[in-house]
């Protein structure tokens, strides 16, 4: 449990549940079964059910690990897994719902550096140059995130990264660090304003994604001086001239 009262465990985490029974009536009643369940797939329930014996009015019972339970290692932090345990006695029924809280890393991730000294070092990606790309991480979530495996993509296809993945040290909660891409912007980015990059942090199967925008500068072609990509390019034999393809 956390400050607040709310029982926690961390993703991925096995765990057993002690079950405390009170007959809060006013007769004896009959030897019983807990079962306990949750409906949204997140937890195994391994051990899902215990039995109580028959109880006087106002006595109660603690079974200790009455139930056993495994949390997926997906669930991102912070999500509330419900609960419901049904008893059974007597050929009556009573129900119980209550909650935990799931604890697990949570990486942001913000790009603070374009380095483009090997193109015109202008601080803005361009066609058909080659950058650096500096993302400052942290890590405000509520779990050490275990050797990270951080990822760059543009699924546009705009930009080519050079080295798409790495994996960094331990973060701790409230940690941070700095991760570095070089990427090539293919010559069709000039034909676009901006390029999105989606960067995902891992940890075992829990994946957490950011989508990052960049602008894209204004990709001008000079015939007069050369300054121009040919492979766009096409010599008319019939007209001296150069055709757009």
Known sequence: RDNDGMPKLHYGQSATMDLNVRNVGSAINEAGTATLANATGQIQIEQSQASFPGLAPDENILIEDAFQICLTDDIPDGTLVPFTITTQFDGGSFEREFEIAVVAPHIRAELVAIDDAAGNGNGYLDAGEYASLTFHLNNPGHYVA????????????????????????????????????????????GEVPHVELTLASTCGNLVMEETIRCSIGFSMESFETAAFNPTYWTNDPVHPSLDRK
């Open 146 to 189: 275990e050797n990270p495996t951080i990822s760059l993509q543009n699924p546009e296809g705009y930009v080519r990264i050079i080295t798409p993945e790495t994996t960094i040290d331990d973060m701790t909660i409230g940690g941070e660090a700095d991760i570095t891409f070089d990427v090539y912007v293919e010559y069709l980015a």
